[in-house]
């Protein structure tokens, strides 16, 4: 066996020819991957000793049976390296201790556990101790409908515990809901004896009866050692199932924690809160600094404490409103007291009009350090103002990214209307479509289309001028406004690619889309009856022909680009996944078993070289297994990448209806 190489259980080949633990412990000894393809339960619980990679075959859901969980615990001398991810656990958890001399690398994602009653625990605890050089433990985009029972139980925990360095927590995009009342934490991320630790949490959804927090940084939890830490909570949202349990909270005993709380929405729990550990032991001298600010604290128990004796941070820019209390802070000089027009206390996002919209402090964003700007649903967050600077909005969820639906309405004619009264207001308007097939799945349109204003709404048109059935439908994705939602016209193209030209404005490993626009400037456009696609090589975006042919001179993109999170995001086709070569599998949780789902997307090519294969595309929705699909109208796509983006308001209007509208469910 090589080192690093990669198994696949259940095989036929030793040393995964028998159980799963076989195989991981033969594995172990080259610090390998194994790659599990069944979708059987599996009934084993499994024991970690040693540096490997456990993961999920692609297109298979492994899932674990009733009670059997997942540990991990290395000592010793040597490092310790473990990527876990996309099982399934039901009544268990995973548990990983590191306590060796060296360090500790353990990656926890992609997961789903459930606890079948709320007496059954289940969780992702992860703890390390000691250790000669900087841990880091990452915790993403898992799906816990968990109990944490007792006083000392979470969802997700991650801990660190002495040892040299800055340790590195990041625990992102995760979804947790409490199973019945909770007496633990939803996450809890904690500091203990004499530890240096930084912790990052984003974007992740807490919901239910976490009594002792929805979200809790801690220093110094059973520990009288003072330890540092610095914490950046952004972008999260907590809503608590009564307004005495849950919330966020940042709690000090001997030692420092800077909190940096930015643009979180907490309601109907117990708001935003710092303070310090009581007890027994020497009396607590521990200090909370840094900043809270543009959170949207609702209908809490209390609003905010942020007074003395733990220190105090700098708060502004946040709403409060209907808390039982106010809490015990001093009133920010742009704190906003006024109905946030929430569309509920269940679907806490603003409405139009609101006051949260626009008036948060955009320089208290970049308080959260290297974390990406945009917000709870992953979409970008800063936003062009009228004329003025970049604003963001108080609270989560940054409002007005849409997604919607045009059916085509014209028969006979080369374009149809997109008629929307929030897009026709002027050229100014930045859109990308995708063909939605689902709507009528015998229709298609196998030619280059593109976007054009007719000076009083927007159309999808055919570039080649042929007629356009009416009855296909489109995906629309309208962004807000912003310096990464742009108009791109072709003035040069890439040496030795006349068919490419380098976007001036995407950062390297952004998330790009692009969209022909005819006339986006006002003036008369020009035709480029091609099918396109993006990429991007050496640091550059680019835009491209997919066929080869050169680009004119003229020609105008739509381009919008951010950061790639849960739900903007590159999936790719590979020999041996389900379905033809031509039809792309999407699993998304947003997307599965929801024909109701629109979603963008566009070819993203590795190379700007000529390769059409799979730049025509349909969006079809399989009722027999519930999943979407991108269909090629030209040729295979295996080896073929897409980037996606889903609008997760857009999905829970559709899934949910109109009950979230109305503000009287709850």
């Given amino acids: 066996m090589a080192t690093g190489e990669q198994f696949t259980w259940p ?22 991957t194994v790659l599990v393809t069944t979708s059987s339960p599996i009934d084993e619980s499994i024991t970690v000793n040693g540096s490997v990679s456990l993961l999920a075959a692609r297109n298979v859901s492994p899932r674990f049976a009733a009670g059997r969980g997942i540990t991990g615990n290395v000592g010793g001398a040597n490092e310790w390296r473990f990527t876990l991810r996309g099982f399934r656990l039901t009544d268990a958890s995973v548990q990983l201790r590191y306590f060796g001399t060296a360090s500790a690398t353990l990656q926890v994602a992609d997961m789903q556990l459930d606890s079948s009653s709320s007496a059954s625990a ?14 880091y433990v990452g915790v993403y985009q898992n799906r816990l409908r968990v109990a944490a029972p007792t006083l000392f139980s979470s969802a997700i925990e991650v801990e660190f515990g002495g040892g040299t360095g800055t340790h590195a927590g990041e625990i992102f995009w995760n979804e947790i809901s409490s199973r019945g009342v909770s007496e633990g934490w939803g996450i809890l991320a904690s500091a203990v004896r004499a530890t240096t630790a930084e912790f990052r949490i984003q974007g992740n959804a807490v919901r239910g009866e976490f009594q002792r927090s929805g979200i809790m940084v801690s220093e110094g939890l059973l520990s009288d050692d003072a330890s540092t830490v610095t914490a950046r909570v952004l972008s999260n949202v907590v809503i608590g199932e009564r307004a005495s349990s849950g919330g966020i909270a940042s709690v000090v005993k001997q030692g420092s924690t800077n909190a940096q709380i930015i643009n979180n929405t907490v309601v ?8 310090r550990w009581g007890g027994g032991g020497p009396p607590a001298t521990g200090t909370t600094s840094g900043l809270i600010a543009n959170n949207l604290i609702v209908a809490n128990r209390r609003g905010l404490q942020n007074l003395a004796p733990s220190g105090t941070a700098t708060n502004n820019y946040n709403l409060l409103r209907n808390n039982l209390s106010a809490g015990a802070y001093t009133p920010g000089a742009n704190d906003v007291n006024a ?11 603003v409405g139009p009009g609101s006051p949260a919209i626009d008036a948060g402090n955009s320089f208290a964003l970049f308080g959260g350090g290297t974390l990406p700007l945009v917000d709870a649903d992953g979409l970008r967050r800063l936003v062009s103002g009228s004329g003025g600077p970049a604003t963001v909005d108080i609270g989560a969820y940054e409002y007005g990214h849409r ?4 059916p085509s309405s014209f028969a006979a004619l080369n374009y149809s209307p997109i008629d929307d009264a929030l897009i026709n207001a002027g050229n ?23 976007v054009f204003f007719n000076g009083l709404v927007w159309n999808v048109f055919n570039q080649d001028h042929s007629a356009m059935s009416s009855t296909l439908a489109y995906n629309v994705f309208h962004p807000l406004p912003s310096s990464d939602s742009t108009m791109h016209t072709v003035t040069t193209t890439i040496p030795g690619f006349p068919n490419a030209s380098v976007l001036p404005s995407p950062d390297a490993g952004h998330i790009v889309l692009a969209e022909q626009n005819w006339n986006g400037s006002g003036a008369p456009g020009v035709y480029n009856n091609n099918p396109i696609a993006v990429g991007s090589s050496g640091g550059e975006a680019f835009v491209h022909n997919a066929n ?19 739900n903007v995001f590159r999936v790719d086709k590979q020999a041996g996944d389900p379905l033809t070569n031509e039809a792309l599998l999407l699993r998304h949780p947003l997307l599965d078993g929801n024909p109701c789902a629109r979603f963008a997307a566009v070819l993203s090519n590795v190379s700007p070289a000529s390769d059409a294969a799979g730049a025509i595309f349909d969006l079809v929705y399989s009722t027999s297994d519930g999943h979407w699909r991108i269909f090629s109208m030209s040729g295979s796509i295996i080896g073929k990448s897409y980037n996606v983006l889903v609008v997760p308001e857009q999905v829970s209007d559709c899934t949910q209806g109109p009950l ?4 009287f469910e709850s």
């Fill in 11 to 32: 095989s036929a080949t030793a040393p995964c020819d028998t159980t799963l633990q076989a195989c991981i412990n033969g594995v172990e000894a080259v610090q390998g």
């Fill in 122 to 135: 289940a969780g992702i605890s992860i703890r390390t101790s000691g250790g000669s050089a900087a841990h």
């Fill in 268 to 275: 109907r729990a117990d708001g935003i809160g710092l303070s």
């Fill in 339 to 349: 109905d946030p027009l929430l569309r509920s206390l269940d679907a806490p996002r």
């Fill in 403 to 406: 997604m919607l639906l045009a």
């Fill in 428 to 450: 100014g308007t930045r859109l990308f479509t995708a063909l939605n097939r689902f709507i009528n799945p015998f229709v298609t349109n196998p030619r280059a289309t593109g």
């Fill in 548 to 566: 080869g042919v050169a680009l004119p001179a003229g020609a105008k993109f739509n381009v919008y680009s951010q950061p790639p999170t849960p």
């Fill in 660 to 663: 979230f509208r109305d503000q």
